[in-house]
C-alpha cells in the first residue's frame, strides 16, 4: 500500500465518520431529552436533495447547507407535532417518517438524477499548512464541514453537562414529570430538540450529496441514518464516544470500496453488507455486556408525556 493510498483512506475515513458524527449528533440531541426519533434516513434524504436542488440553482454552497439545515428541522418536527404534541407512538411516527422522507426525497430529485452538483464545500486551502506532509492533506485537506462537525460535537457537550439547558434537557429526558414539577416546559424542551436533530441530520445530507458523493440519485443515503441510530447507543448517548464510533464505523464505509484494491478477494454483495452486519453485531455484543448493568439511555427515552396525567 503506498502512501497516497494510504492517506486517501484516512481522509475517506474522516469524511465518513464526519457524515455519521452530524446525523449521530442530532440523534442524541433528541434522545437525550426523551424522543426516539426513528426518522433519521429520511430527514438525511430530505436535507441530502434540498441541499443538491439549491446548490444546482444557485451555485452558493453554504445557501445549500442552510436550506438543507432548515428542510431537517422542519422535518423533523412533523415527529414532533405528532409524537411530543398529539401523543402517538414514537417508534412508529419516527419509520413513517423515514418512508415519507426517502420518497418525497426521491420524487423531488428525479430531475436532478445524473446531474453535476451546482456547488460543493472544496477542502481548504491554508497555504503552507496544507503542504506539510501527511499533517497538511490528513488534516487540513478537508473541507470545513468536518471542523464544523468536531466544532459542534464540542458545544453540544459543553452544553450538556455544562450549562442549565443542558441541565433541563437531561432532566426532561431522565423524567418528565419532575421537570414539568420543577417549571421546565417539557413539550417546548422536546420540540426544540428534535428540531435540533433533524437540522443536523439535514446537514449530514448536505454534506453527503455536495461534498462526501456529489450528486443526486435515489437512495443516495443507503442506510446510513440507521448506522447513525446505532451510534447513539454505542456511545452510551455521549457525543465524544459517538464521534470515536462515527470515526469507527465511516472506517468501516471508507474501506468497503477499497479491499478489492488491497488484493483481498471478496464478493461485492458481501462488501456492501459488511459494515451493516457490524452494526448488527455490535449492537448484539453491546446489549449483552450490558445485560446486568444500568442502562446509559435517558430513563424517558421513546415514553409520551401528557401533563393531564399527573
Do not use: C
Request: charged content about 10%; proline content about 4%; aromatic content about 8%.
Amino acid at each position: 500500500m503506498n502512501e497516497e493510498t494510504l492517506i486517501g483512506l484516512f481522509l475517506s475515513v474522516i469524511e465518513f465518520g464526519t457524515l455519521l458524527y452530524l446525523a449521530a449528533l442530532g440523534e442524541l440531541i433528541a434522545e437525550k431529552s426523551g424522543v426516539l426519533n426513528l426518522g433519521v434516513e429520511g430527514m438525511m434524504a430530505m436535507g441530502g436533495v434540498a441541499a443538491f436542488w439549491v446548490g444546482v440553482e444557485t451555485g452558493n454552497p453554504w445557501l445549500a447547507l442552510l436550506v438543507a439545515i432548515m428542510v431537517g428541522a422542519l422535518f423533523a418536527s412533523i415527529h414532533g407535532l405528532v409524537a411530543v404534541v398529539l401523543g402517538a407512538d414514537q417508534v412508529v411516527s419516527g419509520l413513517a417518517l423515514t418512508i415519507l422522507g426517502v420518497g418525497v426525497s426521491a420524487f423531488l430529485g428525479k430531475d436532478y438524477v445524473s446531474q453535476a452538483p451546482g456547488a460543493r464545500f472544496e477542502a481548504l486551502n491554508l497555504g503552507p499548512l496544507n503542504d506539510i506532509p501527511w499533517i497538511g492533506e490528513f488534516i487540513f485537506g478537508q473541507s470545513i464541514i468536518p471542523w464544523l462537525a468536531l466544532a459542534l460535537g464540542i458545544i453540544t457537550w459543553f452544553v450538556l453537562t455544562r450549562t442549565r439547558i443542558g441541565l433541563v434537557l437531561r432532566a426532561v429526558g431522565e423524567s418528565a414529570s419532575a421537570a414539568d414539577s420543577a417549571g421546565s416546559p417539557v413539550v417546548l424542551t422536546r420540540l426544540i430538540a428534535v428540531a435540533i436533530g433533524g437540522a443536523l441530520a439535514g446537514m449530514s445530507g448536505a454534506y453527503l450529496t455536495m461534498s462526501l458523493a456529489p450528486g443526486w440519485s435515489e437512495g443516495t443515503t443507503a442506510g446510513r441514518g440507521w448506522i447513525a441510530l446505532a451510534l447513539v447507543i454505542f456511545g452510551a448517548w455521549k457525543p465524544g464516544r459517538v464521534g470515536v464510533g462515527a470515526l469507527l464505523f465511516g472506517g468501516l464505509l471508507a474501506l468497503e470500496p477499497r479491499l478489492q484494491t488491497f488484493g483481498v478477494e471478496i464478493s461485492p454483495i458481501l462488501l456492501s453488507m459488511l459494515p451493516y452486519v457490524l452494526t448488527i453485531a455490535a449492537m448484539i455484543a453491546l446489549s449483552i455486556r450490558s445485560r446486568n448493568r444500568p442502562s446509559a439511555a435517558p430513563a424517558a427515552l421513546g415514553s409520551t408525556y401528557r401533563r393531564e396525567e399527573r
